[in-house]
């Protein structure tokens, strides 16, 4: 299987901080149709790695490169394709989606950033990326404040799929939803990512979602790697004692530990 | 319904609406037992916020609340927001602990001051008894620098330090019963353990009861000794937490329980999921 995305020796420096990094040395790889998970707590640099994939943050060290084609702090075309092929999808879609434009219009825009398209064609491809994220087509005209938080995220998901990419970075996009309605969600990425095949990045602090949705796992703590490989070698047979403290922090229905 | 013997709330009847007589929460029966954990779980809008709210006085002055009996130890309490709260069992016998900290805390204050203005809001004891009150219930919720976090102001503590904070001032004067509102939801996954753990270890130490409200089944049955599952505006169930796998639960409740990705969940199989309108 091809791989989408590839970090080696990623290290983030905020400027003006000289006390050590925001990342260090981070190195990790995602194949089409797979889904890493990145997990840490508040400050592990887990949305920082994201934006630095996507040029929203400059590395200070390391390469990224995305299908074999090195991105690192990227400009001009490069900055251009990359982000053809690279969308990010973030935690908040309230904070994410313009309130002035309808919710079609907001996908319309994604769809001819740099590509000329007749509005005919705009319209059935909206309709079609609708459907796909399981929202009627009568939804198209409504402006975010008539829809719910997951109906939300899926207009952010629909608006990240229609520039066809082949790498989604999804930053929390789960922790501000209900967990009925997180079941939706995470289940129409499954089916989405089954019949796309793209490559997704799931940063998570909820270790039970990332066992459910990833294969492999980066466990970052305060910007270093502690320990990535198989999820489920690490859930069975973790290595680090900060990754054992974070499975066994995790809430486990009728678990009664604190009883 | 199986009732307990001398509760700490007694709720019969409860009915929350606004001013403008839309209905929010409606029929609510349930009561909390002396020194009894009591989750209640629901989604966003399912009314487990006003809930708590009416029970501690602290309703929006546009949404009234009526109930045939509301009964904090014995006393009958009166729904609506008083305009005066002093006297109030708030803060004394009933407290509370919200989700953000940041909200709660006085930011331009340093945690000792806010602490002692809430012991002598309450009790006239001189300002050093207050202030030794204090620190020792910093100590109580394993704040090791107590002394130090005194002098501090909230922003100079981290998210579970602050909760903690939160919980030192509910226990500041050793209520019967703390209220507690999604108080680990803003937290990471370690700190909201510890939080966990210490809100039961004050449950044994203080024999005070808890009412803990929060989204998440599986945290709740990991403490409670009774979960109240709220869907729009009603109490759909109550059970034990030794009935969670023991027995059936309504769809709704079922729905929840699989709606939860766990270890064992089978990724090969998609999440329970609820039928409703998208």
């Not at chain 1, 039970?208 to 320990?227: D, F």
């Not at chain 2, 209905?23 to 009314?47: P, T, Y």
């Not at chain 2, 059936?248 to 709606?259: F, V, W």
């Not at chain 2, 990705?261 to 329970?272: H, R, V, Y």
Request: glycine share 8%; proline share 4%; aromatic share 4%.
């Amino acid at each position: 299987m091809v791989e989408v995305l590839s970090v080696e020796g990623l290290s983030i420096k905020y400027p003006g901080n000289s006390h050590g990094n925001a990342v260090t040395n981070v190195s990790f790889s995602v194949k089409e149709s797979e889904t890493l998970g990145l997990v840490g707590e508040s400050g592990s640099g887990k949305s920082t790695i994201a934006k630095a994939v996507i040029g929203l943050v400059a590395a200070f060290e390391g390469k990224v490169q995305v299908l074999g084609k090195d991105v690192t702090n990227p400009s001009g075309k490069i900055l251009k394709q990359l982000r053809d092929n690279v969308q990010l999808v973030f935690q908040d879609p309230y904070s994410s989606l313009n309130s002035r434009i309808t919710v079609g219009e907001t996908v319309a825009e994604s769809l001819q950033v740099g590509k000329s398209v007749t509005r005919r064609e705009v319209n059935k491809e909206i309709l079609k990326y609708f459907e796909m994220v399981g929202l009627k087509a009568e939804f198209v005209n409504r402006f975010p404040h008539q829809l719910s938080g997951g109906q939300l995220q899926r207009i952010a998901i629909a608006r990240a799929l229609v520039r066809r990419p082949r790498l989604l970075l999804l930053d929390e996009v789960t922790a501000s939803l209900d967990v009925s309605v997180q079941a939706k969600v995470l289940n129409l990425l499954k089916e989405l990512q089954r019949d796309l095949g793209f490559a997704t990045v799931y940063i998570s602090h909820d270790l039970a979602v990332v066992k459910y949705l990833c294969q492999s796992l980066v466990v970052l703590r305060n910007g270093s790697v502690v320990e990535s490989g198989d999820v489920s070698d690490i859930y069975s047979n973790p290595q680090d004692l900060y990754t054992r403290e974070l499975l066994q922090a995790v809430p486990q229905l009728g678990g009664q530990r604190w009883r | 319904m199986k009732t307990v013997e001398s509760p700490v709330l007694e709720v019969r009847n409860l009915h929350i609406g606004t001013a403008g007589g839309i209905s929010l929460v409606r029929n609510i029966d349930f009561e909390v037992g002396r020194g009894e954990i009591v989750g209640i779980v629901g989604e966003s809008g399912s009314g487990k916020s006003l809930l708590t709210l009416a029970v501690s006085q602290l309703l929006p002055r546009n949404v009234v609340a009526r109930a045939d009996v509301l009964k904090f130890l014995g006393t009958p309490l009166e729904p609506n927001a008083p305009s005066d709260l002093t006297g109030s069992l708030l803060g004394t016998d009933l407290a509370m602990v919200f989700q953000d900290p940041m909200a709660s805390l006085n930011p331009a204050r340093k945690i000792g001051s806010q602490m002692v203005e809430a012991i002598r809001f309450h009790k006239k004891i001189p300002k050093r008894l207050a202030f030794s009150k204090a620190e020792a219930a910093l100590s109580q919720v394993q704040i090791q620098d107590s002394s130090r976090v005194m002098k501090q102001y909230p922003h100079e503590l981290s998210g579970g330090m602050r909760q903690r904070v939160m919980i030192a001032m509910a226990i500041l004067l050793e209520p019967q019963l703390i209220i507690a509102d999604e108080p680990t939801t803003a937290l990471d996954v370690r700190v909201q353990a510890q939080v966990m753990s210490l809100l039961r270890e004050l449950n044994r130490e203080l024999k005070s009861a808890i009412l803990l409200i929060s989204h998440d089944i599986a945290l709740l049955s990991e403490v409670c000794d009774r979960i109240l599952v709220m869907q729009q505006g009603e109490l759909i169930e109550t059970f034990v937490i030794s009935d969670l796998f023991a027995r059936s639960h309504e769809p709704y409740t079922e729905a929840l329980i699989g709606a939860i990705p766990t270890f064992d969940s089978d990724p090969e199989k998609p999440l329970g999921v609820l039928d409703d309108e998208d």
